[in-house]
């Protein structure tokens, strides 16, 4: 016997509700994002919104499985999907909040994104020295999925937007949209002198 159904993702009604706006000016990004990543707590998604492959469920939790895992179909495995498939619906959800050169910045990069943070960086100091802002991102994760991936997790893979295969780069949310807004206070102090001359 098969350990249970494909995993069924947590639903979202309400979510839209619990964050606010963001049009992309640099002063209010980091309480939008505080607030973003609030609601993921709120609705006990926040481990969702990491590069992985679950199983599980909303009542009873989800596990982090390996690529190497053979899962749906498969006598006594678990049944797994890719976190990005749900990852995606999120961010759909998120993109209804963004103006300006937020929304500009989005569309641009969605095509590439595949998380919200990356599972990859645990000990690698060379790509943590790369973040801008380490607070609350889960640099304890190390998973590069890397290895031949079982042919469910393939299977499993082919249902994301973008596609999840051995050969995928992770590339989170947090980072692309730090990156583009996190601006540190001399890059503040300057931006007021220049507003002021």
């Known amino acids: 016997m098969a350990a249970g159904p494909e995993p069924g993702w947590p639903k979202l009604a309400g979510f839209r509700e619990h964050i606010g706006e963001f049009d992309g ?14 609601a993921f707590v709120v609705y006990r998604i926040k481990e969702l919104m990491t590069y992985g492959r679950f199983s599980g469920n909303y009542a009873t939790g989800y596990t982090r499985q390996l690529e190497t895992l053979a899962s749906t179909g498969q006598a006594a495995a678990p049944h797994c999907r890719w976190s ?5 619906r999120v961010l759909a959800i998120v993109r ?12 641009s990069e969605i095509g590439t994104i595949n998380c919200y943070w990356r599972s990859n960086i645990n000990g690698d100091q060379d790509i943590i020295a790369t973040l801008k802002d380490t607070n609350d991102y889960p640099t304890n994760l190390n998973h590069q999925y890397n290895g031949a991936f079982h042919a469910t997790a ?13 050969a995928t780069v992770q590339k989170g949310f947090r980072e692309v949209f730090d990156n583009a807004f ?15 001359d």
């Open 96 to 107: 209804t909040k963004l103006k300006g050169t937020a929304l500009e910045i989005f569309d």
């Open 25 to 38: 000016d640099s002063k209010n990004y980091r309480p939008w994002r505080n607030q973003l990543e609030n």
């Open 154 to 166: 393939t299977t499993e893979g082919e249902r994301c937007t973008p596609h999840i295969t051995a």
């Open 84 to 88: 990005t498939e749900f990852i995606m």
């Open 182 to 196: 996190l601006v540190n206070a001399i890059q503040q102090t300057a931006a007021l002198i220049l507003q002021k």
